[in-house]
């Protein structure tokens, strides 16, 4: 399945999908789901509850922000996918991440459930062909395609986990 033209996404994801380096998106899936969790799975148990600075995301914060979005772009794939033309809502970070409840969770369980997520994800995006792939949908007010949301997917955990490398550590 190749990378997405400009015309299939709205200008706010380029930077997103910029960051996948590879032009097969189960490819990406593959390589960067395997970094991302051995980057992820690195990160010692005394930097979890740490923000670099007052009001950012804790550690285990950003890790449940990168599964709560995940299924976002999943769902809103699955629903262009399957010709469903309802414009789809955007959702609101900053308030996902207030209610979250992380410091409950322990980062064994985020790590897990993230891994199972990232699956299914690859999974679902791999099965699908290209004229699922092609269809698109209504976002955010932003025209996209399937397809996009699945670069998007990828290139999204990729940009937090150079946040966390730039920032955090």
Partial sequence: MPRPLSQEY????????SLVPEDELSLAF???????LQFLEGIPESKLNYAYAPGKWTVKQVLQHLTDAERIFVYRALRFARKDSTPLASFEENDYAEVARVDHLHWKDMLEEFRLL??????????????ELSRSGKA?????????????????AMHHQNVLKERYF
Avoid: P
Wanted: charged share 15%; glycine share 10%.
């Fill in 10 to 17: 709205g200008k706010y994801y380029h930077g997103y999908i």
């Fill in 30 to 36: 593959d390589n960067q789901t395997a970094a991302t």
């Fill in 118 to 131: 990232r699956n299914s994800s690859a999974h679902f995006f791999r099965v699908l062909n290209e004229e």
């Fill in 140 to 156: 955010s007010g932003v025209d996209i395609t399937v397809r996009s949301l699945g670069f998007i997917t990828v290139g999204h």
